[in-house]
């Protein structure tokens, strides 16, 4: 199965297997990006022009695969957790989930897609369990099936972003000391438009928040100073091919205002929450990887951070650049969450 990740600024794949041993195999990767506006707030406004990029993706990855798992914003999903007596059978356990479900979501049920799982036994009253329920409108989860299956791909899962990207982070909050056990991590994952941040302490979110800041302001920033059309600010940032003075006028700054905005988020979590400190900050997303940024983080905040890369410790496939897939792996964190629920099923 592979993972497909559509954002506002580009369409990404991930396809990953094991081998004998049983390692995860990190078979492809590829990433086609996408012209502003042609996706906004989650919502598709050029659907032929996006179902083109999707197939190039996938003529780009060289994959056979047909299987897809793809994710919607949590904008575009309610989710809820709610307590259910245990020990009913799944046709009482899904009328009870949909009666619940009527209560919390807007909509007439028939408009909505909606699934639910069983969490776990209920921390607060023996006997009952803690049931999870997301809930989307149909019309958003039929656009991005519809997206799949122009590109000849067959969508078999619609999973939620944050929660791909908390898969894929979990493999990595393992490897810390003590497994990751207790410790808070902070996830911030930088996109073109948006920032989001989920901070997690053993798969349990304790805050997330987004935030209208990202990496098109860095683009921006290089029109106003140099003058260039968007798309060459973009591809010039992408490839490094810029005027000597691009650090010091314009990279500096962009990476200054972006640790401000790390700062405030932290704060603002501090704030509502008992908490006073995280043990880890993880920065993943397209401008995740800007030189000195894990740096001027770990200064400014005095937390660790470093960069994600979501295939540490997977064997690289031979269908696989390894420098472009080095320089480009933290954008994939989504997408390689999407294509580990191969492994869940």
């Not at 199965?1 to 369409?11: E, P």
């Not at 909509?107 to 999870?132: W, Y």
């Amino acid at each position: 199965m592979l993972g497909l990740d559509i954002s506002s600024s580009s369409v990404k794949l991930v396809e990953l297997g094991r081998d004998n041993a049983g390692n995860l195999v990190l078979e492809r990767c590829a990433i086609v990006p996408l012209e502003r506006g042609w996706i906004t707030d989650g919502h598709i406004e050029k659907f032929d022009e996006v179902a083109d990029a999707v197939r190039r993706l996938v003529k780009k990855s060289g994959t056979k695969t047909k299987n897809v798992a793809m994710a919607l914003p949590p904008s575009a999903v309610i989710t809820k957790k709610i307590i259910l007596p245990g020990g009913m059978s799944d046709q009482e356990l899904e009328l009870q989930v949909e009666t619940e479900a009527n209560q919390y979501i807007p909509f007439p049920l028939d408009e909505v897609s909606l699934d639910f799982c069983i969490v776990g036994p209920s921390a607060a009253s023996s006997g009952d369990i803690e049931v999870l329920i997301a809930a989307s409108r149909r019309e958003k989860v039929q656009d991005i099936q519809g997206l799949a299956e122009a590109a000849g791909l067959k969508p078999v899962i619609v999973d939620v972003e944050s929660y791909a990207s908390r898969l894929a982070t979990g493999r990595l909050i393992e490897n810390l000391p003590n497994k990751g056990a207790g410790s808070i991590v902070a996830l911030f994952e930088v996109g073109a438009l948006t920032t989001s941040m989920q901070v997690i302490r053993d798969d349990e979110v304790l805050y997330d928040r987004d935030q209208a800041f990202g990496g098109a302001q860095l683009t921006q920033l290089i029109v106003r100073q140099y003058g260039f059309s968007l798309e060459e600010a973009e591809s010039k940032k992408r490839s490094g091919e810029l005027p000597d003075d691009y650090e010091s006028s314009v990279l500096r700054p962009f990476i200054e205002s972006m640790v401000q905005e790390i700062g405030r988020a932290l704060q603002f979590f501090f704030t509502s929450t008992p908490h006073n400190k995280v043990d880890y900050v993880m920065l993943a997303g397209g401008s995740a990887a800007l030189p000195g940024l894990t740096a001027a983080v770990t200064q400014h905040t005095t937390f660790a951070c470093n960069l994600v890369n979501p295939f540490e410790g997977m064997e690289i496939g031979d269908g696989v650049r390894l420098k472009k897939m080095t320089r480009e792996a933290p954008s994939y964190l989504t997408s390689c969450g999407l294509a580990l629920r191969r492994f869940l099923q």
